[in-house]
């Protein structure tokens, strides 16, 4: 990554993310740090050189900084394509070896998480163009989510999802049920020592 992809991408930041509310000033911040944390991945992460170290000394402080800023942790080994938006960027945790495309759109409380042991040979999801991922979605795993696709809120993702696809949380399951005679006096110290007793 050059000075030239720095700003053209920066640029797209900024456009996708436009408006004066607290959470896209919040999402330019933090798309500002992740690209710096990009730049400085590719052209001084060198492995046993000594230059490497100011990429371990930009993590650490953009690791603070995006905790401080939005809660939230997306390293600069992240491949991110133009145009990300972030409608509310906080709680979001992405897979350092993650890939996202163009023009994706990531809602609050998302996880976008690597499979193994191994930080060699990672196994992250891979995601296309102009996917929009909803509030509290789990995606993990070796997995390729292709372009076009909707995951809707509270989604868990651990299989492939084919382009032009939408993909829903299974549907909420209601039944009635009776509390028990042994279910705590709310208040009582049971209830206080064991706070689940109260639907025993």
């Given at each position: 990554?050059?000075?030239?992809?720095?700003?053209?991408?920066?640029?797209?930041?900024?456009?996708?993310?436009?408006?004066?509310?607290?959470?896209?000033?919040?999402?330019?911040?933090?798309?500002?740090?992740?690209r710096i944390e990009q730049y400085i991945h590719r052209n001084f992460h060198r492995p046993g050189k000594p230059c490497s170290m100011v990429w371990y000394a930009c993590r650490f402080l953009g690791s603070l900084y995006q905790w401080l800023l939005c809660n939230s942790n997306i390293p600069g080994t992240i491949k991110i394509g133009r145009g990300l938006r972030l409608?509310?960027?906080?709680?979001?945790?992405?897979?350092?070896?993650?890939?996202?495309?163009?023009?994706?759109?990531?809602?609050?409380?998302?996880?976008?998480?690597?499979?193994?042991?191994?930080?060699?040979?990672?196994?992250?999801?891979?995601?296309?163009?102009?996917?929009?991922?909803?509030?509290?979605?789990?995606?993990?795993?070796?997995?390729?989510?292709?372009?076009?696709?909707?995951?809707?809120?509270?989604?868990?993702?651990?299989?492939?999802?084919?382009?032009?696809?939408?993909?829903?949380?299974?549907?909420?399951?209601?039944?009635?049920?009776?509390?028990?005679?042994?279910?705590?006096?709310?208040?009582?110290?049971?209830?206080?020592?064991?706070?689940?007793?109260?639907?025993?």
């Open positions: 990554m050059d000075l030239s992809e720095l700003f053209y991408l920066l640029k797209w930041d900024c456009k996708v993310n436009r408006g004066w509310s607290w959470d896209r000033i919040r999402a330019v911040l933090l798309l500002f740090e992740i409608p509310h960027p906080q709680n979001i945790i992405l897979a350092g070896y993650a890939e996202i495309g163009e023009f994706c759109t990531i809602y609050h409380n998302v996880s976008i998480a690597w499979n193994g042991f191994f930080p060699i040979k990672p196994n992250s999801p891979a995601i296309g163009d102009r996917v929009l991922i909803g509030t509290g979605v789990i995606i993990l795993g070796d997995i390729a989510i292709g372009s076009h696709v909707l995951i809707g809120a509270g989604a868990v993702v651990t299989h492939s999802v084919p382009p032009y696809s939408r993909v829903t949380n299974p549907q909420v399951e209601i039944r009635a049920i009776r509390t028990s005679d042994q279910a705590a006096l709310i208040g009582s110290e049971r209830h206080l020592d064991d706070p689940y007793s109260i639907w025993r």
